[in-house]
């Protein structure tokens, strides 16, 4: 199975601020990964897919993007509503393997 | 509107069964792919199974191999999962996923159904 290391665990942060998220593959997935925002008690939700292309109406301080088999999912500037927790997952071979997520709490 | 509905998820005995179902609406289910994710408490996402638009692929995750079966009904636009022989480890919350025809990752989620395995 293919092991998507995800990093950091957990981070604190403000309003405004940019942060990024990692997902690092055990073995070469190509362009095939893809980001969720997950808020609690709610189904997760699509971001990004194929690396780097935002979900239809996603907003455009989210970004993705791929260095080697290190994938990272950036957010510009930090809003209220982004406080949640984000999934990386590659879907390049089954099983489709998640990331074990990094919650985005406040400072 | 485009939704995805589970249900049938409960308290069950070690052993026993549950079938839980996703109904889907808003779409042409028969064109995706479907999926079942998990989430136990507190933890992250567990892909479980998959099956093709036609039914004529389903795959499963090792830990519900022989004990889970993926089925769908294209023509009610239902998704199924019947989970036998339970275990604790199986107690989670069990998201009913659409493969996106163009994009292959997951672009819509129901909210979720509750399985507890306990005695």
């Known amino acids: 199975d293919i092991q998507m290391t995800q990093s950091p665990s957990s981070l604190s942060a403000s309003v405004g601020d940019r942060v990024s998220i990692t997902c690092r593959a055990s073995?070469?997935?190509?362009?095939?990964l893809a980001w969720y925002q997950q808020r609690p008690g709610k189904g997760p939700e699509l971001l990004v897919y194929a690396t780097s292309r935002l979900e239809s109406g996603v907003p455009s301080r989210f970004s993705g993007s791929e260095s080697g088999t290190d994938y990272t999912l950036t957010i510009s500037s930090l809003q209220p509503e982004d406080f949640a927790t984000y999934y990386c997952q590659q879907y390049y071979a089954s099983p489709r393997t998640f990331g074990l997520g990094t919650k985005v709490e406040v400072k | 509107e485009v939704l995805l509905v589970e249900s049938g998820g409960g308290l069950v005995q070690p052993g026993g069964s549950l079938r839980l179902s996703c109904a889907a609406s808003?779409?042409?289910?028969?064109?995706?792919?479907m999926h079942w994710v998990r989430q136990a408490p507190g933890k992250g996402l567990v892909w479980v199974s998959l099956?093709?638009?036609?039914?004529?692929?389903?795959r499963y995750a090792d830990s519900v191999k022989g004990r889970f079966t993926i089925s769908r009904d294209n023509a009610k636009n239902t998704l199924f999962l019947q989970m036998n022989s339970l275990r604790a480890e199986d107690t989670a919350v069990y998201y009913c996923?659409?493969?996106?025809?163009?994009?292959?990752?997951?672009?819509?989620w129901g909210q979720g159904t509750m399985v507890t395995v306990s005695s």
């Open positions: 099956i093709s638009s036609g039914e004529s692929s389903t």
């Open positions: 996923a659409r493969e996106g025809t163009g994009t292959l990752a997951f672009d819509m």
């Open positions: 808003g779409f042409t289910f028969s064109n995706h792919w």
């Open positions: 073995q070469g997935i190509g362009n095939s």
